[in-house]
């Protein structure tokens, strides 16, 4: 090791030129090098310059321009020249030019959800893969679409408070501003000569006038909601259906507050209401997938109305699909989700059966199972009026075939098993969860000693068998189970 050729620059260099340990003052100088990067917060100030000396850049500049052999002159002061790199600040939208002028406290909440909607929107964000040229579109329309702009301010102000656990049905006063001027800017819109119909039938004027059905849903304003989706509906008709808005999640959204809403307050979905114009979108074909209909679900089918069998299946082999991309870390394409939900539900909300029969108590379980799965929002629970009361009313009216009947497909084995998916179906997804009601609690802790399962491993195996979806409702279901085995041990010690 030795010395490089002397500078008059203030950054020395050291050329190694064999294997020999360097002498001890030249280890003196490296050891001491080495530590200015580890003391790199504390920033040296150099001592005044002698004549003829310069330091920083500039000397470094001057060491270069001069000619001949240079000497290096080891009592010359280091200099550090501090580098300041600038922090971010912000995220991705945090400068965006928006459409107009809106107040930061409103800015501040519509990038807020902006950046978990995602999560919080969707139960199957992990295993549904999402476009992100679809998300852009929806913010791009946050700098071309002033009523979009203050629709969004408004509809996700009163997600928060929901989230918050206020009352849905107190108005934030800071909402009425955005929420009148959406109004009047959607009014203008919708004034303009039929020449600009792709105006008034653009994606932004979708999202706007469902951002107005879901605040007067979530307001208990059901009238006015049932006003925006027949609103909605002529949108999607002027782009002549639902295929025709070429935006996937866009038709999702539609749709689960369409289905949302039939079932929150027992009224007719607009889309598909009119078979003729409209028929029903075909079930998917997973068995491109691997994936068939499962043997040991056919006893049970065999026993309801063929239709509602075709649904069962339809349901259950996406639950395989989601089940396996889950354990292997994939992402299923989006379509996979909205042609399920869109050929399964609007069946069943369409389909009615006896009062307290096996295929009617199975079709709302269905529709209550794939409320979790589709519709139901992480921290937000909007109360339903019309469905657990029907849920309940057939639950505790069902009439089980005779048992042991080959005809019927139930057995003594069988009935007890299917209670324990209903209830627990039926706890988490229509009565709140662990705070439901007594008697579910009851009825299902009953049904858990007539299946001998006192532990949450052999619970899922039962719910498995039937159908289940780990990711959204292992924790749900774990709760329900939980609280269902304590409420079991404070009767036995009362």
Not at 454 to 471: E, K, N, T
Request: glycine share 6%.
């Amino acid at each position: 090791m030795a010395p490089a050729p002397k500078s008059s620059g203030d950054m020395p260099f050291i050329v190694s030129t064999g294997t020999k340990k360097p002498d001890p003052e030249m280890r003196k100088f490296i050891r001491s090098h080495v530590m200015m990067g580890k003391n790199r917060g504390k920033i040296l100030r150099p001592k005044n310059n002698k004549a003829g000396e310069s330091n920083g850049l500039e000397g470094l500049h001057n060491s270069r321009s001069r000619s001949g052999e240079e000497e290096y002159d080891d009592t010359a002061p280091i200099t550090l020249i501090p580098v300041v790199v600038p922090r971010r600040v912000g995220g991705d939208l945090s400068f965006i030019q928006f459409a107009d002028t809106i107040e930061d406290s409103s800015v501040a909440v519509i990038l807020e959800f902006s950046s978990i909607a995602k999560k919080l929107l969707f139960p199957l964000q992990s295993c549904i893969a999402f476009d992100v040229k679809e998300k852009s579109t929806w913010m791009e329309a946050l700098t071309v679409d002033a009523a979009y702009l203050h629709a969004l301010a408004f509809s996700t102000r009163a997600y928060f408070d929901l989230m918050s656990g206020r009352r849905p049905d107190k108005r934030p006063t800071s909402a009425y501003p955005h929420m009148l001027k959406t109004l009047r800017l959607l009014r203008e819109r919708l004034d303009l000569p039929e020449h600009n119909m792709v105006v008034k039938s653009s994606f932004s004027t979708a999202a706007v006038v469902l951002c107005l059905a879901f605040h007067a849903h979530i307001m208990g304003e059901h009238e006015t909601a049932g006003h925006h989706m027949l609103g909605l509906r002529k949108i999607v008709d002027l782009n002549g259906g639902l295929k025709g808005l070429k935006n996937e999640k866009l038709v999702i959204e539609l749709l689960r507050c369409d289905v949302g809403m039939a079932l929150h307050s027992g009224t007719k979905p607009i889309f598909f209401s009119d078979l003729v114009r409209e028929p029903y979108w075909p079930y998917p074909d997973f068995m491109l997938h691997g994936i068939t209909a499962d043997p040991e679900d056919e006893p049970l089918l065999a026993a309801l109305d063929i239709e509602l069998a075709t649904a069962w299946r339809t349901m259950k082999q996406f639950c395989v699909l989601v089940n396996r991309a889950a354990a292997a870390g994939q992402k299923l394409p989006k379509g996979d989700l909205l042609d399920t939900m869109a050929s399964v539900m609007y069946r069943l909300l369409h389909m009615s059966f006896t009062r307290g029969s096996l295929s009617e108590v199975v079709r709302l379980g269905l529709l209550a199972f794939c409320s979790s799965v589709f519709l139901q929002w992480a921290s937000v629970r909007l109360p339903y009026t019309h469905f657990p009361t029907m849920y309940q009313d057939n639950l505790v009216n069902l009439e089980f075939p005779a048992p042991d009947n080959e005809s019927s497909g139930i057995n003594n084995f069988t009935t007890p098993r299917l209670l324990l998916w209903l209830l627990t179906v039926g706890a988490f997804s229509v009565f709140g969860g662990v705070n439901n009601e007594a008697w579910l609690k009851a009825w299902l802790r009953v049904n858990l000693e007539l299946c001998g399962i006192d532990s949450w491993p052999a619970m899922c195996a039962v719910l498995d068998s039937f159908m289940w979806v780990g990711v959204v409702q292992d924790a749900p279901g774990k709760a329900v189970f939980d609280s269902t085995m304590s409420l079991g041990l404070c009767l036995e010690f009362d």
